[in-house]
């Protein structure tokens, strides 16, 4: 089911500066008996990249009630909201653009996370790397050719998800996923001010992770360091946390900060 600007259509206007340029942000969350996931944190999300790309946006109320009716009738699925700037002419410009558009959808539930969780995944080394951008690094907006190349490329390898680095190098995310590694009780992810996204699950898991036996590090690492880790996970939203078993040579079958996020991640306040 499609909703635009509440309305039941699978269509949106041509000159949509969503389609034009990109121009708008999206999140994506899971359904479970009825109710969104990390609910207050996926309208933050919004609120907050709205504010960061300057786009009038001001339906929350209208937007609210349409993603908890379109989540009610499903007991696992996907919903996923964009909101772009709207119509617009054919330039750069959003001059007179005060309009901006909400689109609403929702699929099935992705079956292959359910085995994720209970077999672990196999990562490869994506050839594409990510362009450092500090205005729109951690931003889930539009513009997702990164990552659909990164996706291309991905299946053309047996592996199950892969490991992205940005264009200094620096370790940063998977293609639809963010990452963690754990050091004995330090628990390291990629910084995200240059490039990548700040998944919701992302955050969760740091605040989870500040209450507990473990210690969170933001850093910029090279793969190499993942020779060092004693465990791998990777996390979305949707997953919502699943065990790395292998990249390249490197295997990890330990799974003490999995076990301990797992229920944590799984029903989420």
């Excluded at 964009?82 to 558009?101: D, E, F, K, L, V």
């Excluded at 699929?107 to 500090?134: D, E, K, M, Q």
């Excluded at 998800?161 to 009780?185: H, I, K, P, Q, Y």
């Excluded at 060092?228 to 292998?246: G, K, S, T």
């Amino acid at each position: 089911m499609y909703l635009i600007n509440g309305e039941s259509s699978e269509r949106v206007a041509a000159n949509d500066r969503g389609i034009q340029f990109g121009d708008g942000c999206f999140t994506t969350a899971r359904i479970v008996a009825g109710k969104i996931a990390l609910f207050p944190r996926h309208l933050s999300r919004l609120e907050q990249s709205c504010a960061r790309l300057a786009i009038p946006f001001n339906e929350w109320a209208a937007l609210t009630e349409e993603m908890q009716r379109l989540a009610h009738p499903h007991q696992e699925a996907v919903l996923k909201v964009m909101i772009t700037r709207g119509a617009g002419g054919r330039g750069y410009s959003a001059a007179g653009c005060q309009q901006p558009t909400r689109m609403l959808s929702v699929s099935a539930f992705p079956a292959h996370y359910h085995h994720w969780r209970a077999r672990g995944v196999t990562l490869s080394l994506s050839p594409v790397r990510l362009g450092r951008n500090p205005m729109l690094a951690g931003l889930k907006h539009l513009n997702r050719l990164e990552q659909v190349l990164i996706r291309s490329h991905l299946e053309q390898t047996d592996a199950d998800e892969a490991l992205v680095l940005d264009s200094d190098g620096w370790l940063t995310e998977c293609c639809a996923a963010n990452l963690f590694w754990r050091c004995g009780l330090d628990v390291y992810t990629p910084r995200l001010d240059q490039a990548g996204v700040d998944g919701i699950m992302r955050q969760f898991i740091i605040a989870q992770l500040a209450h507990s036996p473990f210690r969170v590090v933001e850093v910029n690492a090279p793969l190499t360091a993942l020779a060092q880790a004693d465990e791998v996970i990777i996390c979305n939203a949707l997953m919502p946390v699943v065990p790395v078993q292998r990249y390249a040579e490197q295997q990890w079958p330990a799974r003490e900060l999995y076990q301990f996020l797992a229920p944590l991640c799984e029903s989420p306040d």
